[in-house]
DNA sequence: ATTATCTATAGATCTATAGATAATGC
DNA sequence: ATTATCTATAGATCTATAGATAATGC
C-alpha cells in the first residue's frame, strides 16, 4: 500500500537543480518544524526560517512562492511521517484475536511520539489557502482509511462481531481522534496517566463493544 | 452546580460604568467571534473589530488593552455558551438506564449547534498568553467534569456498571472529545452522516462497553 | 553563460496611543 | 469636571522582490 512521494513536489520553484530543492526544502521543513511548534506560524517570520534554515531570506524565496507554502510543506512532511509510522509499526502486528489491541497500541505509540506535530496540524490546518487545506484533510482521511481496511478485514475472519461499513468507518474515525486526543490533552491527560495506561484504559474501551465478552474484565488489562 | 461569571471581569478597563463595560464587551465578543470565523484570529484586524462592533478603535481600546484580550473574551464566552447550553441540555435528562443515551444526545446537539465556536477554541487556543491558555483549558476540564459526575452517578445507582474512577474519568473525556470530532471533522462527516445518525452510532460505540450485553443489537437503534 | 545566493529595501500593514472633541451630570 | 469617544498617526514589523554578487561548468 503505496509510496506517498509528498505531494510538495507541486510547488514551483525557481531552482533547476531538483536534488538542490529537495534538500533546501528538508532544511526549511527542519527549520520550519520547530519554530512553529516554539511559536506557531503566525508569530514565527521568514526571516527567522531563513536564519534557522542556513541560508537568506532571499534564497529561501527561491524555494517558496509564499509563507503558506512552507506551512504546506511542513503538514505534508508531518502526514508523510505519521504515515510511514504508523505503516511501519503495524508491519510488526500478528493477525488474530489481538490484531486490533497490537494496532491500537503501535498507533497510539507514534501519536504520542509525534504529539508536538500532531497538534500543530490541528492548530495551523486553517491558515492553509483552500487548495492546501483541502489536501491535508485528504491526508487525515487516508490515515483513517488505513484503520478502515484493517476492521474490515479482521471483521471477514471473524475476529470481530459482524458491524456495517458505517460503523466500522466510524469506529476507525475514533482510534485515529482517541489518538490524537492523547496530543491535544496533554497538558491534562499526562499528569493523570502513563502513555501506557492510557493505551491500556482506551484498548479495553475501543474493544470493550466490539468483542462483546460482558463487563468482567474491566480491571484486567489485555497485555503488556 | 455554579454560576459561571465569566472570568472575563478580571481584564482591566479604562471605562468606569460596569454596565456599559459589559455592553460594550459584548459587542466585542460578537463581532470578533463572527470575523474569527470567519478569517481566524490573526487575520482580523483591530480596526476590523472596531468597525464591526460598532465604534472606534480608539474607543475600542478603552475596552481592552490588547487585541490578545479579545480572543480571551470570545473563548470565554465560547465556554460560558457551552457550559449554559450544556446545563439546560441535562436538565432535560431523566434518572434511569437510559440516562447516559440521553446525556450523550443532548450534549452532542449542543457541539453540532455549537460546530464553529468549538473549532474556534481548538485552532486558536495556542494564540492565548500562557496565563489565559491556562483559564481556558481549565474551562475544558470543568466540561468534562460534568461528565464525569454524571458517569460516576450513574454507577453508583447500578445504570452502569462498576469501574474504576480513572475510567469512569477517561470516559467521560472521550464523550467530550467525541461530540468536539463531529464539530473538526465535520468536512467529511456531515457527507456520509447526518448528525442523528453521527449521534446514533457513537452511542452504540460508546455503550457496547458499558452495558455489557453482548454483540447482538448491534444494527439497532437507541432511541428516535 | 547559467545557476544559485545574498543584500538592501519597497511597499504594505497593523497594533496601540496621544491628544482633541463630544456628551453627561453637578 | 468627569467620562466616553473619536481622529490621526507613531512606531514597529513583515513579506516578498529587485538587482548585485558569487559559484559552477563549458
New binding site residues.
Given amino acids: 500500500m503505496s509510496h506517498h512521494s509528498s505531494n510538495a513536489k507541486e510547488i514551483p520553484t ?4 531538483p536534488d ?1 530543492v529537495e534538500r ?1 526544502r528538508r532544511q526549511i521543513v527542519d527549520a520550519s518544524v520547530q519554530l512553529f511548534i516554539e511559536k506557531g506560524f503566525h508569530k ?4 527567522q526560517i531563513a536564519k534557522a534554515a542556513g ?5 529561501l ?2 524555494y517558496v ?3 503558506e507554502d512552507i506551512l504546506y510543506l511542513v503538514c505534508d512532511a508531518i502526514h508523510e511521517e505519521m504515515e510511514l509510522g504508523v505503516e511501519e509499526a503495524l508491519s510488526r502486528v500478528n493477525e488474530g484475536r489481538d490484531a486490533l489491541a497490537e494496532v491500537i497500541r503501535e498507533y497510539f505509540h507514534v501519536c504520542h511520539r509525534m504529539a508536538d506535530h500532531i497538534l500543530l496540524i490541528y492548530q495551523e490546518t486553517q491558515s492553509l489557502p483552500e487548495q492546501w487545506r483541502k489536501k491535508v484533510l485528504e491526508n487525515e482521511i487516508r490515515m483513517t482509511g488505513i484503520f478502515v481496511g484493517i476492521l474490515a478485514r479482521l471483521a471477514g475472519t471473524g475476529d470481530l462481531p459482524q458491524m456495517s461499513s458505517r460503523s466500522v468507518e466510524l469506529m476507525a474515525h475514533n482510534i485515529s481522534v482517541l489518538g490524537h486526543m492523547w496530543t491535544f490533552r496533554r497538558w491534562f491527560l499526562a499528569r493523570h496517566y502513563s502513555i501506557d495506561e492510557y493505551i491500556r484504559l482506551q484498548t479495553e474501551v475501543i474493544l470493550g463493544q466490539m468483542r462483546g465478552n460482558g463487563a468482567g474484565r474491566f480491571e484486567e488489562a489485555d497485555e503488556e
Fill in positions: 525557481q531552482i533547476k537543480n538542490l533546501r514565527t517570520t521568514t526571516r541560508f537568506s531570506i532571499g534564497s524565496y527561491e512562492a509564499s509563507k
